[in-house]
């Protein structure tokens, strides 16, 4: 199981052309990083517990800018170097998307 990364320049195509937003990608962290969301809460005040390690979930602009904000907390936090790499690449995608209106940070869980 492992999330991938990918941040687009506007709403991508679920079937179809997504290539056509897509600005850059983070792939080599998904295992790492599905680790380290597995213990948030889904029903907490975050939003990085909303992101489905088994499906794909799109944070926009406003949601990237709070899941930006968790995931520097929980890379500070972290004990494990693998989880902690994941999440400040994870980090690097939700800076841009924050602040680009229109943008979208695309989780494409396994």
Same mark, same amino acid.
């Given at each position: 199981? &492992?999330? $991938?990364l990918e941040l687009h320049s506007a709403r +991508?195509? #679920?079937? %179809? +052309?997504?290539? /056509?937003?897509?600005?850059? %990608?983070?792939? $080599?962290?998904? $295992?790492?990083?599905?680790?380290?969301?597995? !213990?948030? /809460? #889904?029903? &907490?005040? !975050?939003?990085?517990?909303?992101?489905? *390690?088994?499906?794909?979930?799109?944070?926009?602009e406003q949601e990237a800018e709070v899941a930006?904000?968790?995931?520097?907390?929980?890379?500070? &936090?972290?004990? /494990?170097?693998?989880?902690?790499a994941a999440l400040l690449d994870l980090a !690097?995608?939700?800076? +841009?998307?924050?602040?680009? *209106?229109?943008?979208?940070?695309?989780?494409? &869980?396994?």
């Amino acid at each position: 199981m &492992g999330i $991938e990364l990918e941040l687009h320049s506007a709403r +991508p195509a #679920r079937k %179809g +052309p997504a290539r /056509d937003t897509f600005l850059r %990608g983070s792939y $080599e962290h998904g $295992e790492a990083l599905a680790a380290a969301l597995s !213990g948030l /809460d #889904r029903h &907490g005040s !975050g939003k990085l517990g909303w992101v489905d *390690p088994y499906g794909d979930t799109l944070f926009n602009e406003q949601e990237a800018e709070v899941a930006r904000q968790e995931a520097a907390a929980l890379a500070e &936090g972290c004990g /494990d170097a693998r989880h902690k790499a994941a999440l400040l690449d994870l980090a !690097g995608l939700l800076d +841009p998307c924050a602040a680009t *209106p229109g943008s979208y940070v695309w989780f494409l &869980g396994d």
